[in-house]
């Protein structure tokens, strides 16, 4: 049962994958993965630091692939 995607307290996403992760992977990672907040709205597709965890620049976020995430 994947539960990775759960409805409480927000999810985990890999900046490597884009693809959601358990809460022990993202506690495990935090510098690969970003916490997402549970029923967060569009960001419109900007980027943010999956070490930080605040939004940075396209260009930015383009030359970091691993350490950073699009989101939505």
């Known amino acids: ?5 759960g409805k409480s307290g927000g999810s985990y996403r890999s900046a490597i ?5 358990t809460a022990a992977h993202g506690k495990a990672s ?11 709205g ?11 965890g605040r939004f940075v620049t396209t260009a930015h976020g383009k030359r970091s692939p691993n ?3 699009k989101d939505s």
């Open 1 to 5: 049962m994947n539960m990775a995607k």
């Open 17 to 21: 994958s884009g693809r959601y992760v």
């Open 30 to 40: 935090p510098r690969t993965t970003v916490r997402e907040a549970a029923g967060g």
């Open 42 to 52: 569009s960001t419109g597709g900007t980027y943010r630091s999956a070490i930080s």
């Open 67 to 69: 350490t950073t995430i």
